[in-house]
């Protein structure tokens, strides 16, 4: 894929790039981005331990700012005041925030106030806001709508090129693409120490058979509704799916492994019996995710260490060490926050959008349609519709057209979170606009320096934030808005 095939992957070749892109430009320039990432990450490090004094209690503080005016508040209109998605909207593409912003407009603007209206004749009055056979229903099954249509459009997408390209590459067409690369004399240099250091057959194959069994043995002992055998099936499909996501990450920059373990949930979870089916569900899409993803970013990984001339055993093992950490560190940080934040509450500011739409596709595949709430299946068709028709017009149209078609499974999530972190992306978005009319050639320098600085600050600051929680120190201040 790396050598032979000479596949893209656009983020790898991006990251190489701009780690070369270090070394090559001279000191001035990585002194000028290190200035930038600083500054900026004292500035929104600073201001989140500001903040934190305003909000006593839920719906204070700045986060909680009537931008608009109280009745957008209310549908979540606001500027939140927070660096992070400010940073984040500064780097992603201008089409995916204005379709968070469309998503943000088209759901709190439009949908809910009409569906709210409905209240008592399409769900019943009695039911709270967060129960599923209410207006949260419609919420939920709506974003899964758009999701499900642009994940099983990709799917089938980017399998088709994935196919069509290997037929290809079998009949030895295609076999000259970037040839100039290949046969130049940095490209042979790059090819012959990348070969160099090559990792042997055996240890993958030992490696996964070892790994396979560890998790046939101990995943069913910790889920004891996931029986073994689906775990086997799961570890013989893996490879598979693995390599056809990396094939296609290398092709098109977009990582299907998410798309791949919603299939493993719809299987697994109807598969099982309907009390176990739930639980099943979920830990077999983690299970196949994890496997396939991790295949997928390793590849982007050689990509760099391709470009960079670094050993891929190194990177390798890097990614090793790095998963090994990571199986101590991610849960003591998951418990932490979620002791000392409301992590799941639909009205609470850390509402783990995902974590909702993965455990109702569970309960959709296990209960069938009568999970949903009156009407919504309708409306699943349409949005549904919508995806694949707003997807067929982007690859089928000229380009001029197809450019300006929103993104459905960004557009998905404002439906459950809310706008606030839209109109946060869509200020950073400006920021870079602006700062590409004033200065071309310092904004593609200085915004990934800027960006991370305000995004780590402002991350940084949850830590304490967090320990300060679990010590039961509340901030000293509420400042809240309320109607003249």
Known sequence: ???????????????????????????????????????????????????????????????????????????????????????????????????????????????????????????????????MKSLYGYKVFLSVALILGDGLYNFVKILSVTVININGKIKNKNLNVDDAQKNSPNGRKQNEIFLRENIPMWVGIVGYIVFSILSIIVIPIMFPQLKWYYVVVAYILAPSLSFCNAYGAGLTDINMAYNYGKMALFVIAALSRKENGLVAGLVGCGLIKSVVSVACILMQDFKTALYTRTSPRVMFLSQAIGTAIGCVTAPLSFFLFYKAFDVGNPNGEFKAPHALIYRNMAILSVEGFSALPHHSLQLFYGFFAFTVAVNLVKDLSPRKIGKWM????????????????????????????????????????????????????????TLPASILALAKIKPPICMKFLSS
């Open 1 to 131: 894929m790396i050598v032979d095939l000479q596949l893209t992957y656009p983020s790898g070749l991006a990251t190489a790039v701009l780690i070369n892109g270090f070394h090559n430009q001279g000191d001035k320039m990585a002194k000028k981005q290190v200035r930038g990432f600083t500054k900026y990450f004292s500035i929104s490090f600073l201001w989140g331990f500001f903040q934190w004094f305003y909000a006593a209690h839920e719906n204070c503080g700045f986060k909680n700012f009537p931008t608009f005016g109280l009745q957008a508040w209310k549908q979540t209109f606001y500027f939140d005041f927070g660096m992070t998605y400010v940073g984040a909207g500064m780097i992603c593409s201008h089409l995916v925030n204005l379709s968070l912003l469309l998503g943000a407009v088209l759901s709190y603007g439009i949908m809910w106030p009409l569906i709210n209206r409905l209240k008592g004749n399409w769900f019943s009055e009695s039911l709270q806001e967060s129960d």
């Open 406 to 461: 929103p993104v459905p499974m960004v557009m998905a999530i404002p439906f459950l979170v809310g706008v606030y972190f839209a109109i946060d992306m869509c200020l950073g978005s400006l920021v870079v606009f602006v700062w590409h009319k004033l200065n071309t050639n310092e904004v593609e320098l200085m915004v990934p320096a800027v960006a991370s600085g305000l995004i780590c600050g402002e991350g940084l600051w």
